[in-house]
Antibody, heavy 122, light 106 residues
């Protein structure tokens, strides 16, 4: 069955750019039925949607993070990625990649990766 | 942006209890609401979508109801595996989550 797996550095310096990749296995990221997204969770806190991308490259980002977020997709590698610039300690979180439907009716996240902890510290 | 508020923040209950969690939206979201269960160190798991539709494989003791701005998640008879944190999420306008409700053992 389809699985998602996050990868990337676990430690990022303040003011640097956080970069993560989500690898999709067991299915194609090129499906017209889904968007692929990122959600984060600071330690001991709740969930925050970061952004979502379609296989064509169309994106949506959280307005509160939009100026710092770059989303991209590589259909040849069945991967999508997140870049978050100018990070601070407030960006320390577990970062999840997840799948949602491409229509409004399918806007919930039905499949998640295991998550990866990214710590921002010097 | 749409704010989601859950109550209570923490709920103490016993096995076999009927449990209800409430989620309120700051404006109408029709039925564009999902519920997730999260256990420590794990990713959230989808339970309910479109306010009341049960995700495949989720036990029938879980149910959702509501529309507009007020929603509930009910567990009809709490089981040991159900002690976890529950989140609501709206997908009417962008995507936002409630702050979570921890269901703990009484």
């Amino acid at each position: 069955q389809l699985q998602l797996q996050e990868s990337g550095p676990g430690l990022v310096r303040p003011s640097d750019t956080l970069s993560l990749i989500c690898s999709v296995s067991g299915g194609s990221i090129g499906s017209s039925s889904y968007y692929w997204g990122w959600i984060r969770q600071p330690p001991g806190k709740g969930l925050e949607w970061i952004g979502s991308i379609y296989y064509s490259g169309s994106t949506y980002s959280n307005p509160s993070l939009k100026s710092r977020v770059t989303l991209s997709v590589d259909t040849s590698k069945n991967q999508f990625s997140l870049k978050l610039s100018s990070v601070t300690a407030a960006d320390t979180a577990v970062y999840y990649c997840a799948r949602r439907g491409s229509t409004k009716a399918g806007g919930y996240f039905d499949l998640w990766g295991r998550g990866t902890l990214v710590t921002v510290s010097s | 942006d749409i704010q989601m508020t859950q109550s209570p923040s923490t709920l103490s209950a016993s096995v076999g209890d009927r449990v209800t969690i409430t989620c309120r939206a700051s404006q109408s979201i029709s039925s564009w609401l999902a519920w997730y269960q999260q256990k420590p160190g794990k990713a959230p798991k989808l339970l309910i979508y479109k306010a009341s539709s049960l995700e495949s494989g989720v036990p029938s003791r879980f149910s959702g109801s509501g529309s507009g701005t007020e929603f509930t998640l009910t567990i009809s008879s709490l089981q040991p595996d159900d002690f976890a944190t529950y989140y609501c999420q709206q997908y009417s306008d962008y995507w936002t989550f409630g702050q979570g409700t921890e269901v703990e053992i009484k």
